[in-house]
């Protein structure tokens, strides 16, 4: 299926001075474009060098060009790629020639979104492209090249193509039946959608690594005053980020800082201590550090341990939302002479020592259920999640149905219901806006 479009063309290399610069055509017109500025066609995926010329005849450049004709190209049309000094003004007056040559401005992603138009590559994919180029990363880019050489997309059809054998068996009973016939009876029915959790949950732990991979995870210090939380932020990254004090209430701002946890990015959150306050300034703090919390995605509590825990705490855990994951650190180790009794599900550290530290590195790491061996990822996306999650919600509820109604017709709409939902991942059902939304975040030239 190839589909005509307009030329496009675009600055495929970031903006800014370079040694080289690039600028990317894609469409019908691609070989007349390469005719008139090169004055000849080059040759199938060969370099050649030469003057670049505008649309009168004058020179704007020296460099190569390399023509890929469709439909073995990047977006499975005719492409060229005029390779020329990479300055800005260099670059502008390439790519107005172009333009002056009938060519269209691209816009953001659409080189790649006609590569998914024109079926070279899926819509998993054409998102690891915008992923490889802004992973954070080596294992963020390996997980990207992974979903981009086609590793997610081969599971999701895995599971794809066994819905659809499942659903041709249940569609024919619906057919052939003359009365509700009995698929319990059919224990392979059964038996098949079990399977297909497993596939599913499997397949959803993995692209949840993989998100986690991509965006990281948002981790919040919280607690008392004076527990030690921006100690523990400077001791975390390493550096005097954060003012500390003795007097309690030194934090006020909202302070952030980014660490890597053995690939795993982290967005360190430190907040000003919870209590009750008159001063105007250290309430907005406050207020501010509840709203981190509840965006975050781990919570770290700080207790001061020379103290321990008492009613403060209670109260902020009482206020913690539900659900969001907390580790408790006992801070100030160094200052115990024993450890308390009552203290069992609790680290104990000294962030002014680093005692400790490498043992709540690990927790950090169990708690968000990163292996710490990204090899075998794949990048995936907080859209990959929902549908994968809205797939196995069909599939148990058809799995429900089976067991509870027996009603045949309710199982199959449950099984189609899932088929879609999974189909959304690659892109074999795709509303026009999901579309829209996905490219526009490309960078533009991509
Ligand atoms: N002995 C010891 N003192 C610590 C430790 N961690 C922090 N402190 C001290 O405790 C005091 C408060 O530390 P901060 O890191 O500013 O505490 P905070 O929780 O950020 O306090 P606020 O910003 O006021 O909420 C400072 O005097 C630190 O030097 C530790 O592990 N051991
Ligand atoms: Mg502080």
Redesign the pocket.
């Known amino acids: 299926m190839h589909r005509s479009f307009d030329t496009i063309a675009a600055i495929a290399t970031a903006p800014g001075r370079g040694g080289v610069g690039i600028v990317r055509v894609s469409g019908p017109h691609a070989a007349e474009v390469a005719r008139r500025c090169l004055g000849r066609l080059p040759s199938p995926r060969q370099a050649l060098y030469g003057p670049f010329l505008d649309a009168r005849g004058e020179v704007i450049d020296d460099g190569i060009a390399l023509y890929f004709p469709g439909p073995h190209s990047y977006t499975g049309e005719d492409v060229l790629e005029l390779q020329g000094h990479g300055g800005p003004v260099v670059m502008d007056l390439l790519l107005g020639a172009c333009l002056e040559m009938g060519c269209r401005m691209a816009r953001a992603g659409e080189f790649t979104e006609r590569a998914f138009l024109n079926d070279r590559m899926d819509l998993a994919q054409a998102e690891a492209v915008a992923d490889l180029i802004d992973a954070g990363s080596a294992a963020a880019v390996r997980s990207a090249r992974r979903s981009l050489e086609g590793g997610f997309s081969r599971q999701v059809d895995l599971i794809l193509s066994a819905l659809t054998e499942l659903r041709v068996f249940v569609e024919a009973d619906l057919d052939f039946s003359e009365e509700e016939l009995d698929l319990l009876a059919e224990g392979d029915i059964q038996y098949r959608i079990e399977s297909l959790l497993d596939q599913l949950a499997t397949l959803t732990e993995q692209a949840r690594q993989g998100n986690l991979l991509r965006e990281g995870a948002h981790l919040v210090i919280a607690?008392?005053?004076?527990?030690?939380?921006?100690?523990?932020l400077?001791r975390l990254v390493d550096r005097e980020a954060?003012?500390?004090?003795?007097?309690?209430?030194?934090?006020r701002d909202v302070l952030r800082e980014h660490l890597s946890l053995d690939g795993l990015p982290l967005h360190l959150v430190?907040t000003?201590?919870l209590r009750e306050s008159d001063d105007p300034v250290e309430q907005e703090g406050i207020r501010r550090a509840w709203a981190e919390i509840e965006r975050a995605d781990l919570v770290l509590l700080?207790v001061d341990a020379t103290q321990g825990e008492g009613e403060e705490e209670g109260e902020i855990r009482r206020r913690l939302p539900p659900r969001l994951p907390v580790i408790t650190v006992y801070?100030?180790?160094?200052?115990l002479t024993e450890l308390p009794a009552d203290a069992s599900d609790v680290l104990f550290?000294?962030?002014?020592?680093g005692e400790g530290i490498s043992t709540l590195r690990e927790a950090l790491k169990a708690q968000l259920h990163y292996s710490g061996h990204p090899e075998g990822l794949f990048t995936a996306r907080r859209r990959h999640l929902d549908a994968l999650a809205r797939t196995r919600d069909h599939v148990q509820a058809a799995n429900d149905q089976l067991i509870i109604t027996r009603a045949t017709e309710l199982v199959a709409e449950e099984l189609r219901l899932a088929q879609e939902a999974l189909g959304e991942i690659t892109g074999r059902v795709s509303a026009d806006d999901l579309l829209g939304e996905i490219f526009s975040s490309f960078c533009i030239g991509k």
């Open positions: 607690g008392r005053p004076n527990a030690g939380k921006s100690s523990l400077n954060a003012i500390v004090t003795a007097i309690p209430g030194t934090t430190d000003a201590g700080v801070n100030k180790l160094d200052r550290i000294s962030a002014r020592t």
